[in-house]
């Protein structure tokens, strides 16, 4: 047996971190792409609670499997109600976003998540980020600056809903990391997808209320059930990654590792949905 010392320990965690960081980013660039494609003919609100059900179905089979607790305690302690506040929040808000504005741009938005989950991890967690953890966060922000260009048309209106989203994953995030030690990462994953499933409940209540023309739920082609369940797979593979990396690792050191989304997206956006960047971009 190899015997590692603490920093060893650290580094370790945190190659881990990064390399699942890396892997969620990916995962929710694709499903992001299905949602987009999905949105297009499919009700945002359906989708959500399709999605919800698949994910919360998934992790409950695999606590099950893994003899572990369908319902725990746990579950009513006040950290998972925040981060059950600021899932649906997020999950509501970035939703609307990718479908009523460029991928590229709506994901670019979320590239300010590291800055935040950083502030919040020195406030919340006592964490100590040197300045080169801090250089690395800032100078990958402001590249984010470069791509979505304040003030041009890129930044729409509905930018505002991208930056909401933004807002609620960051809190998500930090309250997985302060989430009880005692919870799996399957038990999160079903609670969080219970989420996803409240939050499509909520969208489509509020369209039946307030937009009473619009289809709040239709047949669903296999075309469509092609992006839906793509949707699903790719938010289900994301979701774990994200909540490993976010339980190993410093979250300085894991979190700058969400801007590869950004690059992710930019492509997805150009071979796969048409957009065309500018030359800055």
């Known amino acids: 047996m190899i015997n590692f010392d603490l920093g060893d320990k650290d580094k370790l965690n945190n190659l881990k971190g990064s390399v699942f960081m890396t892997l969620a980013m990916l995962g929710f660039t694709f499903e992001d ?4 494609k999905a949105t297009q003919v499919v009700p945002l609100g359906e989708v959500l609670i399709i999605c919800g059900i698949f994910g919360f179905i998934f992790f409950t089979a695999c ?28 999950r509501i808000f970035y939703a609307l976003a990718i479908a009523l504005m460029p991928i590229t741009n709506a994901s670019a938005i979320l590239q300010a998540t590291p800055i935040v989950v950083v502030l919040g991890a020195v406030v919340f967690l006592n964490e100590n980020v ?44 930090l309250a997985t990391r302060m989430s009880p030690v005692n919870m799996s990462n399957f038990q999160l994953g079903s609670f969080g997808f219970l989420m996803v499933l409240i939050s499509g409940t909520i969208i489509t209540i509020f369209n039946l209320v307030f937009f009473t023309s ?16 793509g949707n699903s797979v790719a938010g289900i593979i994301a ?3 994200l909540t490993i ?30 957009e065309n960047p500018n030359n800055l971009v």
């Open 33 to 36: 792409f299905f949602l987009k």
């Open 63 to 90: 606590s099950w499997i893994a003899n572990q607790k369908i319902v725990y305690r746990e579950i009513f302690t006040s950290i998972l109600y925040i981060r059950s506040i600021f899932e649906v929040s997020g």
């Open 130 to 173: 040197g300045w080169r953890r801090w250089s690395a966060i800032i100078f990958g922000f402001l590249g984010v600056l470069l791509i979505i260009q304040p003030g041009t048309e890129g930044f729409s209106i509905f930018s505002i809903f991208a930056v909401l989203g933004m807002i609620g994953f960051a809190g998500r995030d």
């Open 214 to 229: 619009n289809p709040v739920w239709v047949n669903i082609s296999a075309e469509d059930w092609v992006f839906i369940l």
């Open 239 to 241: 979701y774990q990654c």
């Open 245 to 274: 990396a976010m339980r190993n690792g410093d979250v300085s050191f894991v979190t700058p590792f969400r801007y590869v989304r950004v690059l992710f997206a930019l492509l997805f956006g150009v071979i796969l949905l048409g």
